[in-house]
């Protein structure tokens, strides 16, 4: 019975850690979810470019981070920096759809119509259920 429990308290030493880590992990996600939904009314674009910049630190896959990232230098108009995040985003989800067209958008800014276009079309091929507005997109990019 003593070995029984020297083993049992071992296990739970040794899955202590790992437990706590979860607890952190969740309580970081908890918090960047709120951070999220509260960076829309945020004025302050480059304290969130910022914040997103260390969410990214943490997770290298989190697409969320990278799209709201593109947003905040999008409102800096910061376009070729949106541009490169997004290019990033793309790179790990391809039908990623508003990366797409928001980099469309940064691209025909900066006078590149023909890579805003590209990126249209990209986005329409990817066939999300409401594409009313890439498809208005398009006629502005590509006609």
């Known amino acids: 019975m003593k070995r029984l429990m020297f083993i049992f308290s071992c296990l739970w030493v040794f899955t202590l850690p790992v437990l706590y880590s979860q607890v952190q992990d969740t309580t970081f996600s908890n918090?960047?979810?709120?951070?999220?939904?509260?960076?829309?009314?945020?004025?302050?674009?480059?304290?969130s470019a910022e914040y997103f910049l260390e969410v990214l630190k943490k997770d290298t896959n989190d697409l969320e981070a990278y799209y709201k990232l593109g947003m905040s230098y999008y409102k800096l108009s910061d376009y070729k920096g949106a541009i490169a995040t997004y290019d990033r985003l793309v790179e790990k989800d391809y039908c990623f759809n508003y990366a797409l067209t928001n980099r469309a958008v940064c691209k025909f800014f900066l006078q590149d119509r023909d890579g805003a276009c590209q990126d249209i079309i990209k986005a329409l091929t990817c066939n999300y259920p409401d594409m009313s507005s890439t498809r208005e997109d398009y006629e502005l990019f590509c006609k």
């Open 31 to 47: 918090k960047y979810k709120r951070d999220i939904s509260a960076d829309r009314s945020m004025e302050d674009y480059q304290k």
